[in-house]
Each structure stands twice: as C-alpha cells, then as structure tokens.
Nanobody, 124 residues
Framework: QVQLVESGGGLVQAGESLRLSCAAS????????VAWFRQAPGKEREFVAA???????YYSESVKGRFTISTDNPLNTAYLQMNSLKPEDTSVYYC??????????????????WGQGTQVTVSS
C-alpha cells in the first residue's frame, strides 16, 4: 500500500500560482508513475500531468506550458507547480500512483493509489 496525502490547495486569483504537494508513505514511491488528476463538481475526473519511471512527462493540453510535475525522491513527495491559474482550473486535485504502461498514463483507472484531494479555487 502507498498512502498519499495532498496539500497546498487554496483560494487564489486568476494569474497567480500555487504549488501542490503529494507526500507518499514509503520509499517505493520512486518506482511508480505519479500523476495528478482533477475533478470539478458534476464532471469526470480529468488527467492533468504524469511523470514516468524514465522522467518522461505528460500534460493535458489545457495545462501544458503552465503546470509542471516533479518529484523529490528523498522526501517521497510529488509536486504540481501551477502557474498562470485560470478560473477553469478550479477543481479538487488528486495525486495518484501506479505502474501503467505508457499508453495508459492518462487514464485514472490505471492508477492503484490515490490521495484524498485538495481544493483549488481560482477566482476571476
């Protein structure tokens, strides 16, 4: 089992930045693909970003160029740096871990472990 805990969400104005953190419970976290998803009320869970074993990154088109995923392995922590935030980024953000094949890194069903989510609200 990998326990994941997100933090860093909050209320910001459009154009501002936030950094989300995802703390993992064990060192084996560095053997997993890590990803961020988000889910707004009434909507499906949406892929945001992923980082694979070989440091390949994936981003949704809506966040590419604004968000950056990274990890700090000694701290067993993943991050999502969110710049130039827009109101449409408002959502609950979840970190996830798993071992999907490259073709499945954008699919929520490919991940075995999930955090509890952290709310990000971006006002106009």
């Amino acid at each position: 089992q990998v326990q994941l805990v997100e933090s860093g969400g909050g209320l910001v104005q459009a154009g501002e930045s936030l950094r989300l953190s995802c703390a993992a419970s064990e060192r084996s976290f560095n053997t997993y693909v890590v990803a961020w998803f988000r889910q707004a009320p009434g909507k499906e869970r949406e892929f945001v970003a992923a980082l694979t074993y070989d440091s390949t990154t994936y981003y949704s088109e809506s966040v590419k160029g604004r968000f950056t995923i990274s990890t700090d392995n000694p701290l067993n922590t993943a991050y999502l740096q969110m710049n130039s935030l827009k109101p449409e980024d408002t959502s609950v953000y979840y970190c996830a871990a798993g071992r999907p094949r490259d073709s499945y890194v954008e699919l929520a069903s490919a991940y075995d472990y999930w955090g509890q989510g952290t709310q990000v609200t971006v006002s106009s």
